[in-house]
């Protein structure tokens, strides 16, 4: 049969996926299997396809298609998130285009636009992980605010509040004045920021003198409603009770004293500012303090700034600067920096702003369910890798209050209904909330109720996802639910340990009455060279799309994971993808190589070909204990490059040379009905993470005849490990690549035959050994135990000096050189060694294993330097 010269990645990869669909191979109904599943940590359905997802979809699929190829009955669940922020901006953007606002067309006709947008751009995403290989199971795709997952949102809510864990109250929160919204703490990011401190006097009202007062914010000064020193700071004692004029405004405000305030810190004077600082807030209400809120939703200046109203917040920060500078109100100003929390969407600063809103009463909820923090720190959910469970554990010990509540239209409306009077129920339908408000009202009627204005959280939604996409909630018995929950793996990103994984646990722990899921894989953050995280703005970040058709899926995604450990961050370089790339021709090549040989003609194997399969047999049984073991613990880099040097290493550079027939010779049909069987093990436990090229070579070897894909075949079961075999193998390993160096470095001919006196002192020399180095070397005959006295090359092996008679083709000068070099490394080497050994403390505390591996050290030192030592003196003789 004809191989192509290359795997055609652009059009089988297009070939084998649409195959697969058809073929409905990532399907999945429950059955009597074992079930492995995974939820998709859904993208934003705004999103396209960039590096993160990439990683994160490629380890998934990784897992998912090693769980078919052992038998279980894998569901992976795709869907998309309606991320109400990001979406109702892009919405708001498109009719801005059009010459209309969100206002003008009201909320009906704004989320009849909204969904049109979802259905015409929503499934990008989904669409291009189709590229990547990403077996899901498609016919289960979701998205969180279809109605029976937006149904589940609702039933949530409610029962939430029933139990007391959902509240309604004026709280200061974070306020996103682009999106005019209300964020969780976990949706601002705090960056480093060079802000600037004010030193401003604010007048005694009696007109004897002034106090200073160091501000960042002197924007807020026309809301400030007190002044707060210290009650044992010396320099203001005589100031308590005493009251001060507001810059530019008409007020008097008092002098209040409090612990809070830190003596050492600007003056030691504090403006208290309640409806603009958090502590500030905390302050005016120990104290009774009026509350003046002088910021607009959108961050500008309402009527309570005076003159300065209609401006933005940060335009009258300059203009009340500019007037303090005119005024003479202005001490100093000093340059300092300070975390400034911005919003993770929009990127706006946020305004700390006082606001009605719904929240979760964290503390209560965790008081309800201790297992979310105690089952992770006892990994019964397994956290890879486990350092980030100080993390959690931090989180959960200092949780707050979680603020549900955004003022936007995209997203599951607030299940909450109001009177006239302003008295409000909770329920799924209004009806359900008119029967409860007419225990109290019984004359109200149904037109006169109104829904809550406001939606959910996005993350209201997508911390139910594990439930939710089983119906979980809509039939909480069903079939789907009771056999695919608990999930097994999550795979997704530290960053979203609290927004998204420490929820899902608390959902499950409160609906399921169980862990949403076994393990958790933290991937890292995909960054650049420079140590960048890969962003468009930044202009670092490959089009991955791109990297597919130049690579192929194969290539990208083993480029992608030759270097990501679980946690740590990818330094992504495109030159992986190449080598990803490479390694998929080296594959191929040796594909092209077996189907070249045909099936072999009808003649004996030699002692050699039989000795190369009993080697890779136990060679490839060593290498799956190693990678069963590497996916255990999630070490999915680890467990590629242990398939990655089996194969490149192992079967293409030495396993198909040892078989390779002589010249002249043809191959038996046993070797490579052997070779082709080892092969097609290797094609399938290479196929988690080369799918395409992998069933492509399978489909070949097999001839279709197994009638089924790749992916749905089992593994053979792994056999025994021969480490005498190994150790042979290495030790001539070892010897032949000396020996091909020594040609190399000396032009000599693989054609030119060349002897080996070879010094047995551990007596581990075999019989069939000298037709391996023959083939392999091109050493036509071995004398064992014997001293050439001439001029040679030498070197050692483990225990056997080795000693290669060259004659007239030795270069005495430069042979000498290089043992001279090795030889001083080695006195340096065994002298290190020697001192840790003649330290008591090392020899006593160490390890025993440690501390004979270190003696073996020595040994195999002094024996290299007398081997060196006897070369000089035959080369100068």
């Not at 056999?483 to 999550?490: A, E, F, G, K, S």
């Not at 040679?792 to 083709?809: E, M, N, R, T």
Request: aromatic residues 10%; glycine residues 6%.
């Amino acid at each position: 049969m004809e191989i192509s010269k290359s795997f055609n990645h652009q059009e089988r990869e297009a070939y084998w996926y649409s195959l697969w669909q058809e073929k409905g191979c990532f399907q999945s109904t429950p059955d009597e299997r074992e079930p492995y599943t995974i939820v998709i940590p859904p993208p934003n359905v705004t999103g396209v396809l960039h590096m993160g997802h990439m990683l994160n979809n490629t380890i998934q699929d990784v897992l998912v298609r090693r769980a078919r190829m052992q038998g279980k009955n894998a569901c992976w669940v795709p869907g998309t998130d309606h991320a109400s922020i990001a979406t109702e901006a892009k919405v708001v953007q498109l009719l801005k285009s059009q010459g209309l606002s969100k206002t003008e067309i009201g909320r009906d006709a704004f989320l009849e636009h909204a969904w049109a947008w979802k259905e015409k751009y929503g499934g990008i995403i989904l669409e291009q992980l189709k590229k990547l290989g990403a077996s899901c199971d498609w016919s289960r795709t979701r998205f969180t605010m279809e109605e029976d997952l937006s149904a589940a949102v609702q039933e949530v809510f409610v029962e939430l509040h029933k139990r007391g864990l959902i509240y309604r109250g004026v709280r200061m929160v974070h306020w996103d004045p682009a999106g005019k919204t209300a964020l969780s703490d976990e949706e601002v990011v705090h960056k480093e920021t060079q802000g600037v401190l004010y030193y401003v006097q604010y007048p005694l009202a009696d007109g004897s003198g002034s106090l200073t007062i160091a501000t960042s914010r002197p924007e807020t000064i026309p809301a400030d409603t007190a002044v707060c020193v210290h009650p044992e700071d010396p320099r203001y004692l005589a100031l308590h009770g005493k009251k001060v004029r507001v810059p530019f405004t008409d007020r008097e405000v008092p002098i209040i004293t409090d612990t809070y305030i830190a003596m050492d810190f600007g003056t030691g004077c504090l403006k208290v500012t309640p409806a603009h600082d958090p502590n500030d807030y905390a302050i005016g209400q120990k104290h009774g303090l009026e509350v003046i809120d002088s910021i607009n939703d959108d961050g500008t200046m309402n009527a309570h700034a005076g003159k300065y109203a209609g401006m933005d917040r940060f335009e009258a920060r300059k203009a009340i600067v500019k007037d303090l500078e005119e005024a003479g109100m202005l001490e100093k100003s000093e340059v300092y920096h300070t975390q400034i929390g911005h919003s993770e969407r929009t990127e706006a600063v946020i305004e700390p702003k006082l606001s009605m809103q719904w929240f979760v009463d964290m503390k209560a909820f965790l008081k309800a369910h201790p297992e979310v923090l105690s089952d992770v720190m006892e990994d019964k959910i397994q956290f890879h890798p486990p350092k980030f469970k100080n993390t959690y554990k931090y989180w959960i010990e200092n949780i707050k209050d979680w603020c549900i509540s955004r003022q936007l239209w995209w997203g599951q409306r607030i299940p909450a209904w109001y009177a006239p009077d302003g008295s409000y129920a909770v329920a799924q339908s209004p009806e359900q909330a008119l029967v409860q408000l007419q225990q109290k009202q019984p004359d109200l009627q149904l037109k006169e109720l109104r829904q809550d204005e406001d939606v959910l959280d996005t993350w209201f939604s997508s911390w139910l996802w594990p439930i939710s996409v089983f119906d979980g909630f809509k039939s909480p018995n069903n079939p789907e639910i009771s056999y695919y929950y608990p999930t097994n793996d999550l795979v997704t990103a530290p960053e979203i340990m609290f927004f998204w994984v420490a929820r899902m646990i608390m959902a499950g722990y409160a609906f399921k009455g169980e862990r949403p899921f076994r393990n958790v894989y933290y991937t890292g953050i995909v960054r650049d060279q420079q140590r960048r995280k890969m962003s468009k703005s930044l202009g670092n970040s490959p089009d991955p799309l791109d990297l597919i058709q130049q690579y192929g899926a194969d290539g990208v995604r083993v480029g992608m994971l030759l270097s990501a450990p679980a946690g740590n961050d990818l330094l992504f370089d495109e030159a992986l993808c190449g080598q990803g790339r490479n390694f998929s021709n080296k594959i191929w090549n040796a594909y092209r190589l077996l189907s070249h040989w045909g099936e072999g003609e009808d003649t004996e194997e030699n002692e050699r070909q039989v000795w190369a399969h009993q080697w890779f047999e136990s060679k490839l049984n060593q290498a799956r204990e190693k990678l069963d073991a590497h996916y255990e613990q999630f070490r999915i880099s680890d467990a590629l490059m242990t398939v990655y040097k089996l194969i490149w290493d192992d079967f293409c550079s030495w396993y198909l040379e040892w078989i390779k027939p002589a010249a002249g010779h043809s191959i038996p049909t046993a070797t490579v009905k052997k070779a082709s069987s080892f092969f097609e093990t290797l094609c399938g436990i290479a196929h988690p993470f080369m799918p395409f090229i992998t069933e492509e070579i399978w489909q070949g070897l097999t001839q279709g005849k197994q009638g089924r894909f790749l992916m749905e075949t089992p593994i053979k079961a792994q056999g025994n490990i021969d480490e005498v075999l190994l150790q042979d193998a290495e030790k001539l390993g070892n010897f032949i690549t000396e020996v091909r160096a020594i040609r190399q470095n000396q032009g000599i001919s693989f054609k030119e035959p060349l002897e080996a006196w070879i010094s047995d002192k551990d007596h581990s020399w075999k019989g069939h050994f000298g037709a391996l180095l023959q083939h392999m070397a091109g050493i036509s005959e071995v004398k064992l135990n014997e001293s050439y006295d001439g001029p040679c090359f030498s070197f050692q092996v483990k225990q056997w000096s080795v000693q290669i008679p060259a004659g007239h083709l030795v270069n005495v000068e430069a042979e000498e050189e290089k043992l001279n070099k090795e030889k001083a490394y080695l006195e340096g080497f065994l002298k290190s060694v020697e001192k840790k050994l003649s330290n008591d403390r090392f020899v006593q505390n160490a390890k025993p294993e440690i501390v004979a591996n270190e003696r073996q050290k020595a040994a195999d030192a002094e024996t290299k330097l007398k081997s060196i030592e006897e070369q000089l003196v035959r080369l100068k003789g």
